[in-house]
């Protein structure tokens, strides 16, 4: 979850709770307690998960041949989730664990990328979803209109386009008691009753509905296509064009389980206005922490779902492996070979020289 929205969320929730309830009950503490610690501790644990994860992920895909813009897409997202966890990680420690007390400087550029990043991230997945679209229903038109050229300068107009989305948060926030804020009063009004909606549609809404739309219609092509390869009217499907369209659905599906909590969370908040100190206040950040793990992990599972449901990108892992074990038993090999030789020479001395010695003895006898 972007670090500029969970703000604005506390800003709203503080602003507009001014009914308290201070009677708290062990419940409430309960609750409060364990939110606290999760806030604290789970973007370690994604951090430990998914950056090795993601590492893995680019290894394998920039090893897969013929380069095409699928492998494009996936080596980018496996990029850009792990600038990501570090950016998320890095607003938390400088943030919550006070450590040092975060500047104005690097609350600005900490929200604009940690903003900028999750959205991009996912886009990529909304490229790849319209990218397996005109493959299963425009087949011809892929290797025309899709190129990998082409494809990365959308990527890149995207990325600007994100960028300039977002530009403004390098004034608009700032650090106020080690915490980001709003930098000034009259900036209330656009970042709370508007900004607060543009986020989230960019982040969650509009990506959501589109991966709906895309696999759905992906889905609605495959039946279509095997139901006219029966009558052989057209050619089924490549193994290759298969795998990677269940791989693109596996992923976009999972994408939507995690995304849709927050989505949730994003439409009530607006309503759900619990009293300060009474349990459901304490129910609601509890329910907000669970859900920011959820959206928080899409950076952290593509790469098992890629093992899971991707035949060729296991196959790639599996040769990956075995090269690297090849390498290093040709080395042993090698290494043993050597001494082999050396230690033959050594003998093949030793005897020349006892040789040498026993002549001379007996020439020196005589």
Known sequence: MASTEQTLIENMTSAWNISYDTSTSGYYKSLIS???????????????IGFPGNIASLVTIIRMKPV?????????LA????????????????????????????????????NVLVNYASWILVAMAIERFVAVWYPLKLGVKWTTKRSLVAMTTLFLVIVGIHLH??????????????????????????????????YAFLPCTLLVLSNVLIILGIRKSADEHKSLAVLPLTSTHRDVTIMLIVVSLVFLILTTPICVFLLVGQTWLPRIYSDDFA????????????????????????????????????????????????????YRYINRFDTTRTQVYYDIDSSTQIRLYTTSSN
Do not use: P
């Open 68 to 76: 095409t813009s699928l492998t494009c897409y996936v080596a980018l």
């Open 169 to 202: 948060l390098l004034w608009t926030m700032t650090s106020f008691e080690g915490k980001c804020e709003v930098a000034h009063a009259y900036y209330n009004f656009f970042m709370v009753e508007m900004w607060y909606w543009i986020s989230a549609t960019m």
């Open 283 to 334: 129910r609601k950040k509890l329910f907000q922490q669970i859900a920011y793990i959820l959206c928080d992990s899409n950076h952290a599972v593509n790469f098992f779902l890629y093992f899971m449901s991707a035949r060729r990108f296991r196959r790639q892992i599996f040769r990956c492996g075995s090269s690297s074990s090849d390498v290093a038993l040709s080395k042993n090999r090698t």
């Open 79 to 114: 990029v850009v989730d792990n600038l990501t966890l570090v950016v998320k990680l890095l607003h938390l420690v400088l943030q919550d664990y006070h450590i040092t007390t975060i500047t104005s400087s690097e609350c600005k550029v900490l929200s604009f990328l940690g």
């Open 34 to 48: 364990s939110a606290d610690v999760i806030e604290k501790y789970y973007i370690w644990v994604i951090f430990m």
